[in-house]
Structures are given as C-alpha cells and as structure tokens.
C-alpha cells in the first residue's frame, strides 16, 4: 500500500469545488495558540506543530497497520448539509483506497470524528496537543480522515477547537458568528454538539453586499499548522487532497459541564422522536435505524 498524493487529474474538479477568491485570506498569527485563545477569533498558526512525531509517522499504510481489520463506519457524502448516509468497511481497505485516485461525488465517503486515540492509545505518544490547551480544561480529540473532495457542511461548534493538520492539505471557510442566523438559514437538522446552516458558505456569501465581505474568511492547511476556531464560528471544511486532522475540543469545566447538560436533554429528547425525529446527522435517514460510532465530544 502507498502512500502517493492525489493525482493531477483531479485538480481541475478540485478548483472549481474550492474556489476562495470571494473570501479574505486569513493570515497566519504570530506567537503561540495559548497565547491568542481568548481573542475569540480564529487564527492559523503555521507550521506550530511540524516537530510532532505524527506529521511525519502517521502515513495511511502506518495508520492501518494497527488493526487493518477494524470495522469502520463511514459517513457518505455532505452529512450536515444533505441527507444522512453511512457505509461500513475496515480500517485497512478503507485507507488503501486514499492512496490511489479519489472517488467522485456521491461516492465520497468520509471518516469522521474517529476516536483514533481510543482506539490506539499508543499514538499519544506522537503528539504534544496537550500543551496547546489552557490548564485544567477538558478536552476531546477526534479525527478526521478523508479523501481529496470530501468536505464537511457549514456548521458551528459549541465548544472551541484547536484544529492540528497532521498529513495532507485542508481547507476551511469561515464566517463570523450570528452570519447563518441573520440570513434565516439556520437548519433544524439535529447534531449534538453544532449546530447547522441549511445553505453552503458559497451561497451565504454570495448573498453578502461587499461592504460586509470582512465577514468570510478562508485559510488552507499544510501539515503541522495550527487553526483555532472559537465556538459559535460558522465553518465549512473541504479536503484539498487526502489527509488526517486532528480536531481537539476543549473548554473549563464550568463550561463543558453547563453544555453537557444541555445536550444531554436535547438528545434525550431527539432519542425519544420528539427532537429532528429522522432528521439529523446521528441517524442514516431511512428507518432511522442506524446510529454513527463515536462523535464530537
């Protein structure tokens, strides 16, 4: 199994799906993320985590090494934007297929929130994301772990995010806050711990008078840089070809506590049919029989 990059034919397919000239750069940060996290701003901080021992070890064929065998499941296509859907496979055919040409369109599948740690508890040892959180805070790592094309739907998180690029090239779109809920686009799709815009960044932001362009940003990530991306920020991410994102969640325990709660009801309540029944991103749509592995945190 190799571990080759994207090939060139699809970098026509992938510029038009990725085009960010409507959008103002954001430029790279100065000092640590510690030092910016209560700036309540996003802000990429590059190449802050080159010297991991993951960026240069966690290869698709390392990855899969571990347990080539694992049931995965897979989330196919746009989840938060569109319908649900999910398919299965194991973790060793599943990063077999990233090496080679990416699929198209529908057949994007895409492993997401994967609690890689968990499941390996020896890669800890590869990475130093401990370092970059405020002391005492809780925190929850995933990844994210995609071809070049698959992409997440514009959607905000309700705890901040220290987002690691750990293999590949991703890009994400932002929006500052309160931009989906002023154009009536907020979406009554259920997902735990975000919330949803009905409509994609391209279209939020085409329907922005220029005066008010300041509010969408765009920024691509090269292994070992650093975005943080406070709660509440409208978000839309996109593979530029296929990588690893580390996504860590964190906050005070005042906070995390005061949210738990909150969720916790709200899925009680989606859980009994009397939330988003058969609409959201925890439940493939038809029958709404089955239920995602793992989540954000």
Known sequence: MSDRTDPECNRKELEEVTEASDF????????????????????????????????????????????????????????????????????????????????????????????????????????????????????????????????????????DNLAVQITGRKRFYLARPGTVERAGALSAKYDAWARLSRVGIAELAAAHAPATSDAFFAVDLEPGDVLYVPARWWHEVVNLSAGILLSGFFGSTMRVTSLWARVRLRDTLHRAGLLSPGNCTCHADRRGAQHRWGGTP
């Open 24 to 159: 103002r750069p954001l430029p790279a940060a100065t000092g640590t993320p510690m030092a910016h996290l209560r700036s309540e701003t996003p802000a990429v901080f590059r190449r802050t985590a080159s010297d991991w021992p993951a960026v240069s070890t966690w290869t698709f064929r390392h990855i899969a090494s571990l347990a080539p065998s694992l049931r995965v499941q897979l989330v196919k296509g746009n989840r938060e934007k569109d319908h649900t859907a999910f398919t299965e496979s194991t973790l060793g055919e599943y990063l077999d297929s990233l090496t080679g040409e990416s699929p198209d369109g529908d057949d994007l599948t895409y492993l997401k929130e994967f609690d890689l740690l968990k499941r390996f508890p020896g890669l800890r040892g590869d990475l130093r994301h401990e370092q970059m959180f405020p002391r005492g805070s809780v925190t929850s790592c995933s990844t994210w772990i995609g071809p070049a094309l698959a992409r997440t739907g514009l959607h905000h998180d309700l705890l």
